[in-house]
């Protein structure tokens, strides 16, 4: 039997062990490393880079194609996209977008894969051009926006907005229905199906919406009033008040024509009263609801297979109930993460 000595000297690891004391400098724990000497910032020579093509301020130029070959081109062309969107000109931005994307659709595959890569730009551009009021480029960054694929909260999120502001109500409902799937405690996404199905109601129909809409609302406020995690910061405190008071304002409005009146004057967004008897207006009721949306004009069996499930997530009140994991088949895999912080996860439009 070998002794300790050999195995040592035959084998690395050990090799290693047994080389602790050395004073070689080569090894990992005995060796001490100089440090760096410091300089001064004053002492530093500097001289940044002067861009004198001033790529910043192009507005898409004839050159689009040979922009984006550059070596940093589609940074450089995202930058300046937003720096158009943030200085608010948005025709511009949304016309800048527009442009690199088509050209670099038509450079190669336009894949998944491939299109995921101007995802910025695409979002960038959908955002200007709602803000500029052009819906069909709306419309055509929307389109795009389909082939970058993915299966995340934040792009069934900007998709629901985007669709929304296209006045397509369905599918943006059946995209919150996607988002709530992945993370069902999210209060600024139920506040957000209320709205959209408030916004449904037409006149002449039947309550039966604006009830469930008064029930979405109510669950965002269960889900914000319920959460532990909200921090005692002046700043954190602040925002729980602006976020409450806005959902309180807008289930207000959709209770008014079923005469329902609240009093906001508390001026939190979290008076009991007040979510005790828009909860009372509330309802949740799948088969009171289909028939009604059968009848009414423009109906799509998308609409009524979304609404369906919106009202089974809510069946239970606004603490929860029905097939509340939220999961549409009810086989409990849905896998939220409960976070309950109410955060926007993409920014507004």
């Known amino acids: 039997m070998p002794d300790a000595q050999a195995l040592d000297d035959s084998h690395g690891f050990f090799q290693f062990a047994a080389d602790l004391d050395s004073d070689d400098g080569d090894d990992l724990f005995g060796a001490t490393r100089a440090r760096a000497a410091r300089v001064a910032v004053s002492d530093i020579s500097y001289t ?10 192009r507005t898409g130029a004839a050159g689009m194609g040979d922009w984006l070959a550059r070596h940093l081109g589609l940074d450089e062309v995202t930058f300046t ?21 088509a050209e670099y659709a038509a450079a190669g595959s336009r894949g998944a894969r491939r299109m995921a890569n101007v995802r910025e730009l695409i979002e960038t551009g959908a955002r200007a051009a709602v803000h500029a009021g052009d819906l069909p480029a709306a419309d055509e960054f929307c389109a795009w926006y389909r082939q970058c694929g993915g299966q995340n909260p934040a792009y069934n999120r900007f998709q629901a907005e985007l669709l929304a502001a296209l006045g397509r109500p369905a599918e943006a409902l059946a ?55 909200w921090k005692a910061a002046d700043v954190a405190v602040r925002r729980r008040r602006v976020q409450a008071r806005a959902l309180l304002r807008a289930a207000s409005e959709a209770a008014q024509p079923l005469g329902v009146r609240v009093d906001e ?85």
């Open 48 to 57: 940044p880079r002067i861009d004198e093509d001033a790529w910043f301020d």
């Open 265 to 349: 004057s508390d001026g939190s967004g979290e008076d009991p009263a007040a979510w005790q008897a828009l909860q009372a207006a509330a309802l949740a009721d799948r088969d009171a609801l289909l028939p009604c949306l059968q009848q009414m004009h423009g109906s799509s069996e998308l609409l009524r297979d979304v609404v369906g499930w919106i009202a089974d997530q809510l069946a239970g009140g606004p603490h929860g109930g029905g097939d509340n994991d939220g999961d549409s088949d009810g086989d409990g895999d849905g896998d939220g993460d409960g976070d309950g912080d109410g955060e926007k996860n993409v920014a507004e439009l």
């Open 175 to 229: 995209q919150h229905r996607e988002y709530l799937l992945q993370r069902r405690q999210d209060a600024v996404v139920w506040e957000d199906i209320g709205r959209l199905l408030a916004a449904l109601v037409p006149s002449s129909s039947p309550p039966l919406l604006l009830r469930l809409a008064l029930a979405a609302f109510c669950r965002a406020h269960a889900i914000i009033a319920g959460c532990g995690s």
């Open 81 to 101: 996209a937003q720096r158009l969107y943030y200085r608010r000109a948005y025709a511009q931005a949304a016309a800048l977008c527009r442009q690199a994307v």
